[in-house]
């Protein structure tokens, strides 16, 4: 039975490398840095955000065996739920972030979220979540598209609100924009950045290209970064929530926050545009701090 207010956030774990040069990085020599590990992956940053906020959240993922308890932990310690299942062959997935200023480089190796199979995720966590989210790291592997599909129809049977964060503008032209539409054919909220709206929508407005897709998907909540956030409902005026400018220490995870402030508060019986301002808030703490979960 659906508990109300129950976020169940499915999807990527990682490692992020994330590397910030003290200077223009130079080829064939060194280039002094500062270089930091911390916990990733955009589903598993969600979650992070999630707890760290006081929301219900479950979280179903797979890393290498070897980091099982540590990746549960660093979930837990937010108040995560955490059920993570660990793969005997494939290490933890693992990401090189290269930030320079407000601009990010991801040298990306998925790992172990390569193989990671949709259909693993229990029936009986989906039947308790009224908000199901993943992103659109989760649909490009292989192995796990068609299950996509079948994720979506078992959500909906039981009521429960699928959220989808394309995720990424290259990946997605990479994949092909018809075929990632048809896979997230279903889902109730679409939280694109303006490079993928655009990208999906086949638009370079990006307000034509919110109000576009939201003939496929009823709520989409588009972030423009310093720009704000546009918020487009199915056959409703778009409405434009503004951005406080602050320090941006590091803008990874981001996205991975707003999407946390937005479910809570939707969770919470929020608006769409109210949600969207609460989002902004939880956003802006992150990127004030390195690493893409709460410090």
């Given at each position: 039975m659906t508990a109300k207010g129950t976020i169940v956030v499915v999807?990527?774990?990682?490692?992020?490398?994330?590397?910030?040069?003290?200077?223009?990085?130079?080829?064939?020599?060194?280039?002094?840095?500062?270089?930091?590990?911390?916990?990733?992956?955009?589903?598993?940053?969600?979650?992070?955000?999630?707890?760290?906020?006081?929301?219900?959240?479950?979280?179903?993922?797979?890393?290498?065996?070897?980091?099982?308890?540590?990746?549960?932990?660093?979930?837990?310690?937010?108040?995560?739920?955490?059920?993570?299942?660990?793969?005997?062959?494939?290490?933890?997935?693992?990401?090189?972030?290269?930030v320079e200023g407000e601009k990010r480089t991801m040298l990306t190796d998925r790992g172990a979220n390569v193989i990671f199979d949709l259909d693993s995720v229990p029936q009986d966590l989906i039947a308790i979540a009224e908000y199901l989210h993943f992103t659109g790291h989760t649909i490009i592997d292989e192995p796990k598209r068609e299950s996509v599909v079948r994720l979506i129809e078992r959500a909906s049977a039981h009521d429960v609100t699928v959220s989808i964060d394309p995720a990424s503008a290259g990946f997605i032209t990479d994949f092909g924009v018809d075929e990632f539409l048809?896979?997230?054919?279903?889902?109730?909220?679409?939280?694109?950045?303006?490079?993928?709206?655009?990208?999906?929508?086949?638009?370079?407005?990006?307000?034509?290209?919110?109000?576009?897709?939201?003939?496929?998907?009823?709520?989409?909540?588009?972030?423009?970064?310093?720009?704000?956030?546009?918020?487009?409902?199915?056959?409703?005026?778009?409405?434009h929530v503004p951005v406080e400018p602050v320090d941006v220490a590091d803008p990874t995870g981001a996205g991975d926050s707003f999407n946390a402030g937005l479910l809570a508060g939707l969770a919470q019986g929020l608006t769409p545009a109210e949600a969207a301002r609460a989002a902004v808030i939880v956003a802006a703490e992150a990127v004030t701090a390195v690493g893409a979960r709460p410090a």
């Open positions: 999807g990527d774990v990682i490692d992020d490398i994330i590397v910030r040069p003290r200077g223009a990085i130079r080829t064939d020599t060194d280039t002094p840095a500062l270089i930091e590990r911390h916990p990733g992956g955009s589903s598993a940053n969600t979650a992070a955000w999630l707890g760290h906020i006081g929301a219900n959240v479950h979280f179903f993922g797979q890393v290498g065996e070897a980091d099982n308890a540590r990746h549960t932990r660093e979930l837990e310690r937010f108040g995560v739920k955490a059920h993570l299942q660990s793969d005997t062959e494939r290490s933890t997935g693992t990401i090189v972030i290269i048809r896979l997230c054919a279903g889902a109730h909220i679409l939280r694109p950045n303006e490079d993928e709206a655009r990208v999906l929508s086949g638009l370079d407005d990006v307000e034509a290209a919110t109000i576009k897709l939201t003939e496929l998907f009823p709520l989409v909540v588009t972030t423009c970064g310093r720009d704000g956030v546009i918020v487009g409902q199915r056959a409703e005026a778009l409405v």
